[in-house]
């Protein structure tokens, strides 16, 4: 799945407001993804196979649960 960022947020958490769409990453790849050097993502199994190009979707903190952005999906690749 490739991502570009669309929009970043001030951080909410999950108790605040839980978006419907939502992909956790590690901590440290959050900036990455903002500046736009990470723009793909690969994602083991059909978990997020619901998620089609053009969905806007937040990127979440995998260890505190905060959002930091939100994304559109411009590609999707099934790999084998």
Not at 27 to 43: A, D, F
Request: hydrophobic fraction near 40%.
């Amino acid at each position: 799945m490739v991502i570009e960022v669309s929009d970043i947020i001030g951080s909410i958490t999950k108790e605040q407001n839980y978006p419907v769409y939502h992909i956790p990453f590690a901590p440290e790849l959050i900036p990455l993804i903002i500046s736009g050097q990470k723009r793909l993502t690969y994602r083991i199994g059909n978990k997020y196979g619901y998620l089609n190009v053009g969905d806007v979707v937040f990127l979440s903190d995998s260890n505190d649960k905060t959002f930091s952005c939100k994304a559109r999906i411009i590609e999707k690749m099934v790999t084998l």
